[in-house]
């Protein structure tokens, strides 16, 4: 069955990291647009970040940028993201999602709709 699982998440200080994990089962990741996403309850779901399939080119959020760090490991099959300088108002459920292909040829990073899978997600919370 296809699945991506999101790992890492927990409660940390402002000021903070944490990495948080996206791994998938029954495919490889590699070849995948992987994107990240985070949802506060009440608020519009916000694109945090993606990276690419064949140059592992990266798009971030200018929210989150020079702080967030996204990265793929494809002999594990995972993508990471790296939070540091975690802010309060970072702290949401955090989703990994997949699309098969690379950016090339896009103008925008891609939509939660636009990807073929999706991760139940898991929670940041940053507070002291």
């Known amino acids: 069955q296809v699945q991506l699982v999101e790992s890492g998440g927990g409660v940390v200080q402002p000021g903070g990291s944490l990495r948080l994990s996206c791994a998938a089962s029954?495919?490889?990741?590699?070849?995948?647009?992987i994107g990240w996403f985070r949802q506060v309850p009440g608020k519009e779901r916000e694109r945090v970040g993606c990276?690419?399939?064949?140059?592992?080119?990266?798009w971030y959020a200018d929210s989150v940028k020079g702080r967030f760090t996204i990265s793929r490991d494809n002999a594990k099959n995972t993508v990471y993201l790296q939070m540091n300088s975690l802010k309060p108002e970072d702290t949401a459920l955090y989703s990994c999602?997949?699309?098969?292909?690379?950016?090339?040829?896009?103008?925008?990073?891609?939509?939660?709709?636009?990807?073929?899978?999706w991760g139940q997600g898991t929670q940041v919370t940053v507070s002291s």
């Open positions: 999602t997949a699309k098969e292909g690379s950016l090339e040829g896009w103008t925008y990073p891609p939509r939660w709709s636009e990807y073929d899978y």
């Open positions: 029954a495919f490889s990741l590699d070849g995948y647009v």
């Open positions: 990276i690419s399939s064949s140059d592992d080119r990266t």
